[in-house]
């Protein structure tokens, strides 16, 4: 069985004690009493009533400082007062519910009052403790399952660092065979009398090599950007010698293609400058690559301006434009993803992984910059980054 609510009445006069007590008890309430402040905040400790009904006008502490000293006990500040005064004065119901206290009845009161309103806060009571018990339970499954998110997540980057790890060994290793093939690929060029059947296939394995070069570093470019001792690496460079090296390695391409390739550089930047250079050779190399790949005739450009200038920065805008596929809008959205290619079919037409302008986009944004596309399906494509470098002291 249920016990009843516990109610504690504090009042100095015996017949509002004795009055209360039997109209509180007719309704099933167990009572306690006191008849000062002093006496009804012991009994309050004793007994942990579930409501105070509490008089304003008596000897010692009145009603209001009784109210704050019980506020102040940590046992007994979430016990519902309610104040019993025939001070009713609106500055004396102001002061009633500034002590703590959540309601104010004055007197005379009337029973049925009485009883419907102290049935209300312990209701509003009952409430309140379970409220805060479901938000204590709640808030311990929240930081329960936040824990378990934090393990996870730690378990997951643990998990990437050894793949990231693995991919970077293993693409080193990648490294030294590939470069054997190569070496000797160009002796049998240079110092052999090759048949026009064998030169074509030599120059085959050299493409081949060239294209498993070209993924192995885009792979170890990818891996790099997520070690934290991966810092930008600044040094002096020229653009003009920069965009040489970079088509001297597309001239095997060039000759099996109807192409012409041109450059167009900013006058002012035919001077010593000083940023990424190896990030800028990278990205530019693979848009000029992607540029060979996708168009078969037609005309290649290389273009690179000065942009605006702030403070020390010299911004610089790279473009590589092609006559090839172009792109489908649809397409353009996602296509700096890792692992995306605008024909992911089986029947796909161009090999590749889908890497490479996943991991131009990384190292454009590690520099400050930006990179994207202009695209026309069937009539082309302009590539374009920006990024900021200084002039050479």
Known sequence: MTEKPLVLIIDDNPVNLILLKTILTNNHYRVVSAENGKEGLETAKLSSPDLILLDVAMPGWNGYETCQRMKQESILKKIPILFLSALDKTENIVRG??????DYISKPFQKEELVARVETHLELAHLRQNLESEVTNQTKKIQFLLEALQLSYEKAQQASILKTEFLRNISHEFFTPLTAIKG????LIED???????QHYVEGVMKANQQLNTLITNALTFADQFRAEDTLILCDFQLPQLVDNILKKSLVDLESKDLQITTEIAPSLDTLLQGNRDGIDKVLSNLVNNALKFTKQGKILIRVEALEREAKKQWIRFEVSDTGIGIAQDKQAHLFDIFSQVDASSTRLYD???MGLAVAKLLIEKMGGQIGVDSLLGKGSTFWFKVPVTFSA
């Open 192 to 198: 052999t009398l090759l048949t026009e059947e064998q």
């Open 352 to 354: 590749g992984m889908g």
């Open 97 to 102: 519910l500034q002590a703590g206290g959540v």
């Open 184 to 187: 000797m690929t160009e002796i």
